[in-house]
T-cell receptor, first 114, second 114 residues
Framework: DVKVTQSSRYLVKRTGEKVFLECVQD?????MFWYRQDPGLGLRLIYF???????EKGDIPEGYSVSREKKERFSLILESASTNQTSMYLC?????????????FGPGTRLLVL | AQKVTQAQTEISVVEKEDVTLDCVYE???????LFWYKQPPSGELVFLIR??????QNEISGRYSWNFQKSTSSFNFTITASQVVDSAVYFC???????????FGGGTRLMVKP
């Protein structure tokens, strides 16, 4: 069974704080993803990593950065949180092998920025 | 560019009714993959199915069935004899052959009333 875990289910932060969201997968997947989900907008990709220390911008990278120091862990960083970053954040992972690229998701982190 | 459209934002049915969730996609890739995910109130996206573009055979899994029609660029999902536990947001998604990233539809919220 694929397991993707996220460090927090709920998080409340203040404007200007630095926020770290952690994601860990136990399937030795090469690919890891961070999405945010907002009502009416569906899921939008923030960043994607295809290997340790490698990253690619997704559709909405502004205001975010990421870190992938170990294969199993992918961190999303909000350098200075703002109220418009209040959202549900979802992490996913997948293999890079053709035919096995199905993405598996974690439980999500609901972030509220006050 | 890829696009996935789920025109139904919300559907409400009574238990035991059949319900079909529509998904229409656009892509220039000749080979691609289509997915359905379920998001229950707990928040985690649960993978339901993946189909290759070259396999148009319909699939049935218990009460769930999927109708893939390349001619109309649709990948519809039917739940037979719906149950309250089917209440969730359902997402359709598309991935091109060479890429790793998913394009999601806006989701359809299904409410099954007892």
């Amino acid at each position: 069974d694929v397991k993707v875990t996220q460090s927090s289910r709920y998080l409340v932060k203040r404007t200007g704080e630095k926020v770290f969201l952690e994601c860990v997968q136990d399937m030795d997947h090469e690919n890891m993803f961070w999405y945010r989900q907002d009502p009416g907008l569906g899921l939008r990709l923030i960043y994607f990593s295809y290997d340790v220390k490698m990253k690619e911008k997704g559709d909405i990278p502004e205001g975010y950065s990421v870190s992938r120091e170990k294969k199993e862990r992918f961190s999303l960083i909000l350098e200075s949180a703002s109220t418009n970053q209040t959202s549900m954040y979802l992490c996913a992972s997948s293999s890079h092998i053709a035919g096995l690229k199905t993405q598996y998701f974690g439980p999500g982190t609901r972030l509220l920025v006050l | 560019a890829q696009k996935v459209t789920q025109a139904q934002t919300e559907i409400s049915v009574v238990e035991k009714e059949d319900v079909t969730l529509d998904c229409v996609y656009e892509t220039r890739d000749t080979t691609y993959y289509l997915f359905w995910y379920k998001q229950p109130p707990s928040g985690e996206l649960v993978f339901l199915i993946r189909r290759n573009s070259f396999d148009e055979q319909n699939e049935i899994s218990g009460r769930y069935s999927w109708n893939f029609q390349k001619s109309t660029s649709s990948f519809n999902f039917t739940i037979t004899a719906s149950q309250v536990v089917d209440s969730a947001v359902y997402f359709c998604a598309l991935r091109g052959n060479a890429g790793n990233m998913l394009t999601f539809g806006g989701g359809t919220r299904l409410m099954v009333k007892p």
